[in-house]
């Protein structure tokens, strides 16, 4: 039983018996214990309805803005726990890409990017912000394709782009953690390459946790799996041992591809 | 073969009904441009609406009608900017809401309440702002209490608009901004209505072109006035309620024409305006 779950030491999150449930009663998330580990891609794969975006969501607090969610167990990060920080602290420091790319529709490429700051009223200056947004930009491996068009709006870029560029929105506050819940769904194959390469080349400075309903996709990116089934993390490991000698016969069967 | 003729009785009706759809707006403006095009020259934006014996000495002289509309122009456009500065802002604030309350019972009434006043007759709606305003606030005709009347004709349409064209905002870009710690509110007001904006602009438009023809409520409470008004609290003309001045005048019949003629085309050209906006918005 014990060699299921791996034991992180030092975790830079830790989830402690978390259960999430959207109606009373009934737990899309179960009693989940994990820890996460620095500079590290760890990979939440599953079926689709297991729990992985229910998951990751807690983790920065997003449950919160619907009031009939119910979320209880405990999250650290570096061992202050998330529930005791404000909001806007919790978000600066676990960054969160979603599936669709979601740049503001009225900003300029610019804008998104320190969007952040702008719509929480923090203030910098001019070249502060310029450098931000050149440093952001440059870690998505974006710089060179918008340095000549920051002013035009971020729903003009291609779907590969756009993504980028919600990476480099989240990368601005200098987070902790990045939350990508499936962030290569909706991109072609050319451009889902380019976010992979990405996101491995920022595990150097950023811990990232990648939510994928793409078994290959994390076998080829992630140093750590989870393995999700109905609400329940079955199993978890560094990635190549899980794959190659899973130990729970559900994780055997869903990466033999028995259900998907 | 049979499928054949069926198909075409089938297109043959769909061209009939489109064609009495249509039938009407062309003979209004066809009617409407023939019998008034001849009024309207500099003379018509610039002057205010002529006396009776005015009219009466040119029409005897066989010459057109001196004079214009001006009083009637800056009387509609001054109430539809007061009306709108009431109208936007509290229907922008109830639309906000029923938008966030979507399945909430209060909310529920509410959006049942603005159904209701939507389908109260503007005449009754003239009434209130008549009791509330002439009787109570400015002592007399004013154009505050005609722009009251305005205003509440024009809520519960900018309410729904708001509602809707905020619906159509993915839910995934008000994530983006919870995502990024931005509180409540300033999701609200930088994210969703920038984003909707050209939506909202639409709504407007609409519900100003809706009201800008309405002239029964006025009759009971801007009243009218021969002068141009830029008072609140002064009893003020409207272009619909020159069309009616001008109708119960035997020597003023020409202006009827040519006033409802301009009242057309600019309800037409705010339709226009608006659809365009939209348009560009669903890009
Ligand atoms: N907003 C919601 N309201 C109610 N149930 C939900 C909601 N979101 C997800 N669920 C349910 O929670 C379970 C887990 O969903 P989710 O975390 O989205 O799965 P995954 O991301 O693994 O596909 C599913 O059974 C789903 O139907
Ligand atoms: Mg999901």
Redesign the interface.
């Known amino acids: 039983m014990k060699d299921l779950i791996i034991k992180i030491e030092n975790p830079v999150l830790d989830i402690k018996n978390l259960s999430i449930s959207y109606n009373k009663g009934k737990y899309a998330v179960t009693n989940v214990n994990a820890g996460v580990k620095k500079n590290s891609v760890t990979a939440i794969m599953g079926p689709s309805g297991c729990g992985k975006s229910t998951l990751l969501r807690a983790i ?1 607090r ?1 449950h919160e ?1 619907y009031p009939n969610i119910e979320v209880k167990g405990k999250i650290f990060l570096n061992n202050n726990d998330i529930f005791l920080m404000s ?6 420091k676990i ?2 890409v ?3 790319p ?5 900003m300029s490429i610019y804008d998104n990017v320190i ?2 700051y702008k ?3 923090i203030r910098l200056k001019k070249n502060k912000k310029d450098e931000i947004v050149e440093k952001s930009l440059k870690d998505v491996v974006l710089w060179n394709e918008v340095k000549n068009s920051l002013k035009k709006k971020g729903t003009f870029l291609s779907g590969g782009q756009q993504q980028r560029l ?1 990476i480099a ?2 990368l601005a ?1 200098k987070p902790d953690v990045i939350l990508l819940d499936e962030p290569t769904s909706a991109l072609d194959p050319i451009a889902t390459k380019k976010v992979e390469q990405l996101l491995i080349k920022l595990k150097e400075n950023y811990t990232i946790l990648l939510v994928t309903h793409n078994m290959s996709q994390a076998a080829r990116m992630s140093d750590y799996s989870m393995f999700m089934y109905l609400g329940e993390l079955v199993e978890y490991g560094k990635t190549k041992k899980l794959f190659i000698n899973p130990v729970d016969k559900r994780t055997e069967e869903y990466l033999t591809g028995k259900f998907s | 073969m049979e499928r054949v003729i069926k198909d075409k009785i089938f297109k043959g009706f769909v061209i009939l009904f489109a064609f009495i759809t249509i039938s009407p707006i062309i003979m209004i403006i066809y009617k409407l441009v023939i019998k008034g095009y001849r009024q309207i020259n500099i003379n018509f934006f610039m002057q205010n609406a002529p006396d009776t014996y005015e009219a009466m000495i040119a029409l005897n002289a066989g010459k057109i009608i001196p004079g214009g509309i001006l009083n009637g122009i800056t009387g509609t456009l001054f109430m539809v900017i007061i009306a709108s500065t009431i109208a936007i802002p509290i229907g922008l604030l109830i639309g906000v809401f029923l938008y966030e309350n979507k399945n909430k019972f209060y909310a529920n009434i509410v959006r049942d309440i603005t159904d209701i006043l939507q389908g109260v007759p503007s005449i009754v709606l003239g009434l209130i702002a008549y009791f509330w305003v002439v009787k109570s606030i400015t002592n007399g005709f004013s154009a505050l209490a005609g722009s009251v009347a305005l205003a509440i004709m024009m809520m519960p349409l900018i309410i729904r608009s708001t509602e809707e064209t905020l619906k159509m905002i ?1 839910e ?2 008000k ?9 409540y509110h ?2 609200i007001l ?2 969703l209505i ?2 909707s ?1 050209s939506g909202l602009l639409t709504g407007s438009l609409l519900a100003i072109s809706r009201i800008i023809g309405e002239t029964a409520p006025l009759m009971l409470t801007a009243l009218g006035s021969s002068i141009v008004n830029l008072n609140i609290e002064k009893p003020t003309s409207a272009v619909p309620l020159l069309i009616w001045e001008f109708y119960n005048d035997p020597n003023m019949v020409d202006l009827v024409w040519s006033s409802s003629l301009f009242l057309m085309g600019f309800v037409l050209f705010l339709n226009i305006l608006s659809k365009s906006l939209n348009g560009e918005c669903r890009m």
Do not use: D, H, W, Y
């Open positions: 920065n997003m803005l909001s806007i602290e919790i978000r600066r960054g969160m979603f599936q669709r979601n740049p503001f529709p009225t969007a952040g719509l929480n009223g919600c929105r989240a506050f | 993915p995934t870009i994530e983006a901004g919870f995502a990024l710690g931005v509180p300033k999701i930088r994210i920038p984003t904006f």
